[in-house]
């Protein structure tokens, strides 16, 4: 069974641009959410989609955007990058984050450089 | 505020000891919580998972939850080099009517000397 899978694995922007990010969650999981890691602040929850909808959003500034596709599939976005969002970002696919008991995988992450 | 604790380490044990990780939660309604290990570099990978009270055994892994006291702690025995890295606590917390979602401590560094 494939796993999480994120891409690009690694980028670099200039401040003021925008990126995407995208991840494809394990076949059959419907729960995709969002991490920033960075050294200083740890794994920080950016926000959660099921089924196309955003279900949950963590404190973060509206340039942080994302949805979800028919298939699961999910997509986020920066705009107008700022040095300070250069981090690791991270996809975790569950079956369904609001069954408690649901564990989630995590892709091997974007590494996004701002500069 | 809900929030996950963890001592950020490092903490340093001998090849063979028993490590023992720890995590504290804010949220009492919390039920479910887990445990990633993430070396330098990569992206965390789950490695236990545990709902009810009590221990859970995998290998040479020990889960144990107390929900009285809001305090979850993983113990790994026979420490190899190997299981050098990082490890993050996770508690998924529901509030009001919402679905909960994950919650990450800071993560312990563990250093496993030969």
């Known amino acids: 069974k494939a796993g999480v899978t994120q891409t690009p694995r690694y980028l670099i922007k200039t401040r003021g641009q925008q990126v995407t990010l995208s991840c494809s969650p394990i076949?059959?999981?419907?729960?995709v959410s969002w991490y920033q890691q960075t050294p200083g602040q740890g794994l920080q929850f950016l926000f959660e989609?099921?089924?196309?909808?955003?279900?949950n959003k963590g404190n973060f500034p509206g340039r942080f955007s994302g949805r979800q596709f028919s298939n699961s599939r999910s997509e986020m976005n920066v705009s107008t990058l700022e040095l300070g969002d250069s981090a690791l970002y991270l996809c975790?696919?569950?079956?369904?984050?609001?069954?408690?008991?649901?564990?989630?995988?995590f892709g091997q992450g974007t590494r996004l450089t701002v500069v | 505020q809900k929030e996950v604790e963890q001592n950020s380490g490092p903490l340093s044990v001998p090849e063979g000891a028993i490590a023992s990780l720890n995590c504290t939660y804010s949220?009492?309604?919390?039920?479910?919580f887990f445990w990633y290990r993430q070396y330098s570099g990569k992206s965390p990978e789950l490695i236990m998972s545990?709902?009810?009270?009590g221990d859970k055994e995998d290998g040479r892994f020990t889960a144990q939850l107390n929900k009285a006291s809001q305090y979850v702690s993983l113990l790994i025995r026979d420490s190899q080099p190997s299981d050098s890295a990082t490890y993050l606590c996770?508690?998924?917390?529901?509030?009001?009517?919402?679905?909960?979602?994950?919650?990450f401590g800071k993560g312990t560094k563990l250093s496993v000397k030969p």
């Open positions: 975790a696919s569950s079956l369904d984050r609001a069954e408690g008991n649901t564990e989630a995988f």
């Open positions: 076949s059959g999981h419907r729960s």
């Open positions: 989609y099921f089924s196309e909808t955003q279900r």
């Open positions: 949220d009492r309604g919390s039920q479910s």
């Open positions: 545990i709902y009810s009270n």
């Open positions: 996770a508690v998924n917390m529901r509030y009001g009517g919402s679905q909960g979602n994950l919650i």
